[in-house]
């Protein structure tokens, strides 16, 4: 329990310190309605921020946050496809990353069971890489945005219509964890 305090404790700190930064006015505004202009399919990884990466602000970016940035559970693909539906983000982009602990599980055997789902879309892609790249963790992310995109465009009617129809940008970026670039693929 002692840890759980110290945890809940600098949550605690932390909440008062934006609470007193934070403009009233826009969390006013963002209280009556959300107006995203993207929506973002990223890992999980605590080091992998997009607000912090693309200098965004509260109310910028609809994320959903999945290990692997992977779109095989239909929860992940519903949530973008409100975005794009409901929030008429302009972009949806998938954003994976180095090092990605994931795709380092699934080399190396260590899967969850509840995780299965995203090691067989990390399993397609490894399979898609180049016989040189196929235990190259990076290039195997580089890989899984692919085809994550590919799933999203494929699968849901939604987002593929909304890129048909010119109303949607669908694409991908890999963020480097050691010097913070992001690559556009």
């Given at each position: 329990m002692a840890a759980g305090i110290d945890v809940k404790q600098r949550l605690t700190d932390g909440n008062s310190i934006f609470k007193r930064s934070v403009d009233p006015?826009?969390?006013s505004r963002l209280a009556r309605k959300q107006e995203p202009f993207v929506a973002i399919?990223?890992?999980s990884d605590s080091r992998?921020?997009?607000f912090k990466i693309f200098n965004l602000s509260l109310g910028d970016a609809f994320v959903v946050r999945v290990?692997?940035?992977s779109c095989s559970d239909p929860s992940v693909i519903g949530s973008l496809e409100y975005a794009v539906d409901h929030l008429h983000v302009r972009?949806?982009?998938v954003l994976g990353h180095t090092d990605c602990g994931a795709v380092r599980a699934v080399l190396d055997g260590h899967v969850t069971e509840n995780l299965k789902k995203v090691a067989r879309d990390i399993e397609r892609a490894q399979s898609k890489t180049s016989i040189d790249n196929a235990n190259d963790a990076n290039a195997i992310s580089e890989s899984n945005v692919r085809l994550q995109i590919?799933?999203?465009a494929d699968s849901s009617r939604i987002i593929g219509a909304a890129v048909s129809e010119g109303k949607l940008a669908l694409f991908g970026a890999m963020y480097?964890?050691?010097t913070g670039q992001v690559r556009f693929i």
């Open positions: 006015s826009v969390l399919l990223t890992c992998v921020s997009p290990a692997g940035n972009g949806l982009m590919r799933i999203l480097d964890l050691g």
